[in-house]
C-alpha cells in the first residue's frame, strides 16, 4: 500500500501563492506517475498537473498552465505544486494521487488539503 499525506493549504488572496506538498510512504517503488486533482463545492473532480518519477515529463490542465508548477524529490518521496498568481476559481480541495505504471486509474489518494482564495 501507498499512503499519501498532503500540506500547505491555506488562506490566499487573489495573485498570490501558495505550495502544496505531498509525502509519499509504503510501496513507493510501484508508483509510476504522481498527480494532482482539485475538486470545488458541487462540481466535479478535475485533473490539475502530473508528473512521471522517473525522467520528470509533466502534463497541465489547460486553466492552470504558466501558473502552476508540479516538481519532484525523488529521494524524499515528495511532490510539489508551486501554484502562482492564484485565482478565486482555483478555491477547490486539491488532492495526491499515484498511478501504477500498469493501470489507467489512479490507485491511490491522499486525504486532500484545502486551497482557498479570496477576491
Known amino acids: 500500500q501507498v499512503q499519501l499525506v498532503e500540506s500547505g493549504g491555506g488562506l490566499v488572496q487573489a495573485g498570490g501563492s501558495l505550495r502544496l506538498s505531498c509525502a509519499a510512504s509504503?510501496?513507493?517503488?510501484?508508483?509510476?506517475?504522481m498527480g494532482w486533482f482539485r475538486q470545488a463545492p458541487g462540481k466535479e473532480r478535475e485533473f490539475v498537473a502530473v508528473?512521471?518519477?522517473?525522467?520528470?515529463?509533466?502534463g497541465y490542465a489547460d486553466s492552470v498552465k504558466g501558473r502552476f508548477t508540479i516538481s519532484r524529490d525523488n529521494a524524499k518521496n515528495t511532490v510539489y505544486l508551486q501554484m502562482r498568481s492564484l485565482k478565486p476559481e482555483d478555491t477547490a480541495v486539491y488532492y495526491c494521487?499515484?498511478?501504477?505504471?500498469?493501470?489507467?486509474?489512479?490507485?491511490?489518494w491522499g486525504q486532500g488539503t484545502q486551497v482557498t482564495v479570496s477576491s
Open positions: 494521487a499515484a498511478r501504477r505504471r500498469a493501470t489507467t486509474n489512479y490507485d491511490y
Open positions: 508528473i512521471v518519477w522517473s525522467g520528470g515529463a509533466t
Open positions: 509504503g510501496r513507493t517503488s510501484d508508483t509510476y506517475t
